[in-house]
């Protein structure tokens, strides 16, 4: 039996005479009720507004009116049938300020929910509200922002916005906050810079924000922010709107608009772009969701069994390769690009959504502008998703100019995410070479053995540490625990300088420059405050690897040649050369990418020991960065004898200044 016809049997979705006979499962309800119109939610104007749903399986549909967040209804209306199972209905007069919700009839039940399009919502988000956007701009809202030639240009800095300003001595008055996020001169121990003056400091190009938008009560209830909360927002609830813990005031609906706004343009005005975490492979919870409240089994995937599809390990999968799932994730969003100015998406378990719907969003972005940011986590889920449909690394190809994260690379430099004993590269892993190598040239077909999933360097995102699993220091405290601190403390520079000198875009977790710890918690998604804030005054001792981090940003901001625009130019320009065990060297030869040095080379070497290494006879070479880890460099001979874990860039002397 197929599992449309064994749904059929085991659950009960409304009248099918409501729908003429067609399934919520029939691919034929698609074609019979798909609404492409641009006129879902709400349309304001001080006349009159709009309201337009889709709910093909209602038999009624009212629209019901409050004055607030959590008083009795003033008002209920219903709604007329309308084109492609939409309903609507016209609000004369100004409504702005209102309160809704929608109220549909399923069968012999009736359901109520805030509106999926909403655009904002009340405290903690049941009931969505009319507002007039534009009145939430701030002075000099516009659509500028930083020059970005080509994605391999960025380099990403994933953060949690309350991460930043909690710790007691971020020297930020509005800690947890949109606005704390853009303080300017704060200052930390020792008078360091915090904020958002040591984030563009750092010489970091896009900050990667976890989830912003309104994510579920379960996690942070925003009526009871005087109590301890934490939560990484993975757990969506109303996609069109910001989440309201982080505003100075969530009550009032056009607060939490109005400061992100203010985040962002102040963001901008630094030299910083924004890339927002978005989480359209599951929802908060597949029964209570607005989605499944209005329109029964049409948003989720199902199992033959009537049981939600759950690759996502979060209870369910949305169904995005459905055409009204779809056209809501393309339109959500084109919302944040058009609305809050985004700059970039990072879609967490990309592998789950659809090749079609990640295309559809590339080409829309592109329309707005081509500069925006698309990466995501490729794996490769278990779902009833067909496999040849899956957004994952494995079909990559199908989707062009789309970055997957490089897991690959990340588990060989530092040892496997999953096996806490486990020793990469940096640590002293055996035969890890080649998976380091695979990063380096920006996880392309390089040739051999050397290969990956990327057809381009602009499809591969290179990282050793993120939100998820042990930070790099923790994970280094496990495997090499019988290293001494400050070896474990050379190995972790070295990892941050094989990402940042990689082909393909670079990706930094908060507070990896400073050998973040979180004292061992490896999945601290609702852990205390006090175990993800950003430790400022960790970062004060550790400043030496602060300076360390920026000194790689600037080198590779300063040569090309670490940012090769295709991946015929890395097959030209870079080779790999002779090096001993535990080290991987290579060159970036003829002015690659117009790099003002004429030959590059690069040693990652992860021997504690003396070693000494055969230079390519292409000129004198002279030091370039490293020569703390230079015991000696013969450059008539071509020896170069290193010592110690770290990472050397030579350049030859003909160096154009």
């Given at each position: 039996?197929?599992?449309?016809?064994e749904?059929e049997?085991v659950?009960?979705y409304?009248d099918?005479?409501?729908?003429?006979?067609?399934s919520v499962?029939?691919p034929?309800?698609d074609?019979?009720?798909?609404y492409g119109?641009?006129?879902?939610?709400?349309t304001?104007s001080p006349?009159?507004?709009f309201?337009r749903?889709?709910?093909?399986?209602?038999?009624?549909?009212?629209?019901v009116?409050y004055?607030?967040?959590?008083?009795?209804?003033?008002?209920e209306m219903p709604?007329t049938?309308?084109?492609?199972?939409t309903?609507v209905?016209?609000?004369t007069?100004d409504?702005?300020?209102i309160y809704?919700t929608y109220?549909?009839?399923v069968g012999?039940d009736?359901?109520?929910?805030?509106?999926?399009?909403?655009?904002?919502v009340?405290?903690n988000?049941?009931r969505?509200?009319?507002?007039?956007?534009?009145s939430t701009?701030?002075?000099?809202?516009?659509?500028?922002?930083?020059?970005?030639?080509?994605?391999?240009d960025?380099?990403?800095?994933?953060?949690?916005?309350?991460?930043l300003s909690?710790?007691?001595?971020s020297?930020?008055?509005y800690?947890?906050?949109?606005l704390g996020?853009?303080?300017k001169d704060?200052?930390?121990?020792?008078?360091i810079?915090?904020?958002?003056?040591?984030?563009?400091g750092?010489?970091?190009t896009?900050?990667?924000?976890?989830p912003?938008?309104?994510?579920?009560?379960?996690s942070?209830?925003?009526?009871?922010?005087?109590?301890?909360?934490?939560?990484?927002?993975?757990?969506?609830?109303?996609?069109?709107?910001?989440?309201?813990?982080?505003?100075?005031?969530?009550?009032?609906?056009a607060t939490?608009?109005?400061?992100?706004k203010?985040?962002?343009?102040a963001?901008?005005?630094?030299?910083?772009?924004?890339?927002m975490?978005?989480?359209?492979n599951?929802?908060?919870d597949?029964y209570?969701?607005?989605?499944?409240?209005?329109v029964?089994?049409?948003?989720l995937r199902?199992?033959?069994?009537?049981?939600?599809s759950n690759g996502s390990f979060?209870?369910n999968?949305c169904?995005?390769e459905?055409?009204m799932?779809?056209k809501?994730?393309v339109?959500?969003?084109?919302h944040?690009v058009q609305?809050?100015h985004?700059?970039?998406?990072r879609?967490d378990?990309m592998g789950?959504?659809?090749?079609e719907t990640m295309?559809e969003?590339?080409r829309?972005?592109d329309?707005?502008?081509?500069t925006?940011?698309?990466?995501?986590?490729g794996w490769n889920?278990?779902t009833v998703l067909?496999?040849?449909?899956r957004?994952?690394q494995?079909?990559?190809?199908?989707?062009?100019?789309?970055a997957h994260?490089?897991?690959?690379?990340?588990?060989?430099?530092?040892g496997?995410t999953?096996?806490?004993g486990?020793?990469g590269?940096?640590s002293?892993?055996?035969?890890?070479?080649e998976?380091?190598?695979?990063g380096v040239?920006?996880?392309?077909d390089y040739g051999?053995s050397i290969r990956?999933?990327?057809?381009?360097?602009?499809?591969n995102?290179?990282y050793v540490?993120?939100h998820?699993n042990?930070t790099?220091w923790?994970?280094l405290?496990?495997s090499?625990s019988?290293?001494?601190?400050e070896?474990?403390?050379?190995?972790?520079?070295?990892?941050s300088?094989?990402?940042l000198t990689?082909?393909?875009?670079?990706?930094?977790?908060a507070?990896q420059?400073?050998?973040?710890?979180?004292?061992?918690?490896?999945?601290?998604?609702k852990?205390?405050?006090?175990?993800?804030w950003?430790?400022w005054e960790r970062c004060?001792?550790?400043?030496?690897?602060?300076?360390y981090?920026a000194?790689l940003i600037h080198?590779r901001?300063?040569h090309?040649?670490f940012?090769?625009r295709?991946a015929?130019?890395i097959?030209?320009?870079?080779?790999?050369e002779?090096?001993p065990?535990?080290?991987?060297?290579y060159t970036l030869?003829n002015?690659?990418g117009?790099?003002?040095?004429?030959?590059?080379y690069?040693l990652?070497?992860a021997n504690?020991?003396s070693?000494?290494?055969?230079?390519?006879?292409?000129?004198?070479?002279?030091?370039?960065?490293?020569?703390?880890w230079v015991e000696?460099l013969?450059?008539?001979?071509?020896i170069?004898?290193?010592?110690?874990i770290?990472?050397?860039v030579?350049?030859t002397s003909?160096?154009?200044?």
């Amino acid at each position: 039996m197929s599992v449309q016809k064994e749904l059929e049997v085991v659950t009960d979705y409304g009248d099918l005479a409501v729908t003429n006979g067609i399934s919520v499962f029939d691919p034929a309800f698609d074609e019979a009720f798909y609404y492409g119109g641009n006129d879902l939610g709400a349309t304001y104007s001080p006349e009159k507004t709009f309201f337009r749903l889709w709910a093909p399986t209602a038999s009624e549909a009212k629209i019901v009116f409050y004055n607030n967040w959590n008083d009795g209804p003033v008002r209920e209306m219903p709604m007329t049938r309308d084109i492609q199972g939409t309903w609507v209905h016209e609000a004369t007069g100004d409504c702005k300020g209102i309160y809704y919700t929608y109220k549909v009839r399923v069968g012999l039940d009736w359901n109520e929910a805030a509106d999926p399009y909403a655009k904002a919502v009340g405290v903690n988000g049941d009931r969505a509200v009319v507002l007039d956007l534009r009145s939430t701009d701030p002075k000099g809202w516009n659509m500028e922002k930083p020059q970005l030639d080509s994605p391999v240009d960025a380099v990403i800095y994933e953060l949690h916005l309350r991460d930043l300003s909690t710790h007691p001595d971020s020297g930020i008055l509005y800690p947890g906050k949109y606005l704390g996020l853009v303080e300017k001169d704060t200052r930390g121990p020792n008078d360091i810079p915090t904020g958002i003056d040591y984030i563009a400091g750092l010489g970091v190009t896009h900050v990667q924000l976890l989830p912003i938008y309104d994510y579920s009560t379960q996690s942070v209830d925003e009526t009871k922010l005087h109590l301890p909360h934490y939560n990484w927002g993975y757990d969506p609830k109303n996609y069109n709107v910001p989440e309201g813990s982080y505003s100075t005031d969530p009550y009032t609906p056009a607060t939490r608009i109005t400061e992100l706004k203010r985040c962002v343009q102040a963001l901008h005005d630094r030299g910083l772009r924004v890339i927002m975490d978005v989480v359209y492979n599951h929802v908060y919870d597949g029964y209570l969701v607005n989605f499944t409240k209005l329109v029964p089994g049409y948003y989720l995937r199902y199992q033959a069994d009537g049981s939600f599809s759950n690759g996502s390990f979060c209870g369910n999968e949305c169904a995005t390769e459905r055409k009204m799932m779809r056209k809501f994730i393309v339109d959500s969003v084109v919302h944040w690009v058009q609305e809050y100015h985004m700059d970039g998406f990072r879609f967490d378990l990309m592998g789950l959504m659809d090749t079609e719907t990640m295309n559809e969003i590339r080409r829309r972005l592109d329309e707005i502008d081509p500069t925006i940011l698309m990466i995501g986590e490729g794996w490769n889920m278990e779902t009833v998703l067909p496999g040849e449909q899956r957004a994952h690394q494995g079909n990559a190809w199908k989707m062009p100019r789309i970055a997957h994260f490089n897991d690959g690379l990340r588990d060989s430099v530092k040892g496997s995410t999953f096996i806490h004993g486990s020793q990469g590269f940096i640590s002293g892993g055996a035969g890890m070479e080649e998976g380091v190598k695979r990063g380096v040239v920006g996880g392309i077909d390089y040739g051999g053995s050397i290969r990956q999933f990327a057809q381009e360097p602009v499809q591969n995102v290179n990282y050793v540490e993120c939100h998820d699993n042990h930070t790099l220091w923790d994970k280094l405290q496990l495997s090499s625990s019988q290293k001494t601190e400050e070896q474990r403390r050379w190995m972790h520079r070295l990892a941050s300088a094989i990402v940042l000198t990689s082909q393909g875009i670079p990706s930094l977790h908060a507070g990896q420059e400073f050998m973040r710890t979180k004292n061992g918690d490896e999945n601290s998604y609702k852990s205390p405050v006090e175990v993800n804030w950003l430790d400022w005054e960790r970062c004060a001792e550790h400043q030496n690897d602060v300076l360390y981090v920026a000194s790689l940003i600037h080198l590779r901001k300063s040569h090309p040649a670490f940012r090769l625009r295709t991946a015929q130019e890395i097959r030209e320009h870079l080779f790999f050369e002779d090096a001993p065990e535990h080290a991987v060297a290579y060159t970036l030869r003829n002015h690659a990418g117009g790099d003002p040095a004429r030959h590059l080379y690069v040693l990652y070497n992860a021997n504690a020991e003396s070693r000494s290494l055969k230079l390519p006879d292409l000129g004198a070479w002279e030091v370039c960065y490293g020569s703390e880890w230079v015991e000696a460099l013969d450059a008539g001979k071509g020896i170069l004898r290193v010592n110690g874990i770290g990472m050397v860039v030579l350049r030859t002397s003909n160096y154009i200044s």
